[in-house]
């Protein structure tokens, strides 16, 4: 019996994890010193606003919003749930923190911050998948791939919308190359890690119809993103081409995750397994 697709933990994981990708690229920008006052005070922003709003999709899963004082009482089960819940929380006060020292002009505290959030910012948007890796009942979501394919597409977004406020606030074109290699660089990872995991549920013989269109869709959307890098890094900084790497690396983000859905199915063995290996108890 298929589960069918779980929208807010799909929107949950998309937001928060542009976040993610958002702040590690700011503390990158910030310890490489090619980062403009302006572009990091709307990138910090922009980073608490979609950790929040993402962190918000997770309780609308819950059906009664009251329920999520459960998860929240249980956080040090160490779950992948609750991993989730911590590491989001540490995202809003890292983010929050570097945005205030960032104003106050502590240029030591700054950096000592941007090296904590490209720390956390990984953690958390691995963790986002290997939530689901745990639940040892899903073959199509036990998988590293689907881990590493969270993380980069993850990674991606961020990159890019880094870019796009780097051009908007008009950054130094040594600025916007550098964020460029870099979203190229996370661009290519999420399109090799999600061919990785179609060829995981192709062993598994989860890859057929519509699952295998949405891989197609994963793949071409993160190659698009990887060019759109590629034209920042190499050409001319354009508003209009981060503004198109952003919508493919969102919809390489969606993909991944729809496609992860896709493939699950009820059964009792499922609920079985993921109680016995602490995992999301979803349904």
């Not at 709003?53 to 459960?70: A, C, T, Y």
């Not at 590491?87 to 570097?98: E, K, N, Q, R, T």
């Not at 995750?257 to 979803?282: I, P, S």
């Amino acid at each position: 019996m298929e589960v069918g697709i779980q929208w807010p933990l799909v929107l949950f994981t998309l937001i928060a994890g542009a976040g993610y990708g958002l702040l590690v690229t700011t503390g990158l920008a910030r310890l490489a010193g090619k980062q403009g006052d302006e572009t990091r005070t709307w990138a910090l922003a922009a980073t608490l606003v979609l950790l929040v709003i993402g962190g918000l999709m997770s309780v609308f899963h819950l059906v009664h919003p009251e329920r999520f004082m459960g998860a929240i009482t249980n956080l040090f089960s160490f779950s992948g749930i609750a991993l989730e819940l911590i590491s989001l929380g540490i995202g809003v006060v890292v983010a929050g923190a570097f945005l205030l020292l960032g104003r106050a002009g502590n240029a030591a505290g700054e950096r000592v911050c941007a090296g904590i959030a490209i720390v956390v910012g990984l953690g958390a948007a691995f963790l986002q998948g290997y939530a689901y890796f745990e639940v040892a009942a899903q073959p199509g979501w036990h998988s590293l791939a689907l881990a590493l394919g969270y993380l980069f597409t993850s990674l991606t977004a961020g990159s890019l919308v880094y870019a796009g406020i780097a051009i908007v606030k008009q950054d130094d074109a040594a600025t916007i190359s550098l964020v460029g290699k870099v979203a190229m660089g996370l661009a290519a990872c999420a399109a090799v890690a999600a061919a990785a995991y179609a060829a995981t549920l192709s062993g598994e013989g989860l890859l057929g119809g519509t699952a295998l269109a949405m891989a197609a869709v994963a793949i071409a959307c993160e190659l698009i993103a990887l060019g759109a890098g590629a034209w920042m890094a190499f050409k001319a900084p354009s508003a209009t081409v981060a503004a198109g790497g952003v919508l493919a690396g969102v919809g390489g983000s969606v993909a991944v995750r729809v496609l992860m859905w896709m493939v699950a199915a009820y059964g009792f063995d499922f609920l079985w397994m993921a109680t016995a290996n602490r995992g999301l108890l979803l349904f």
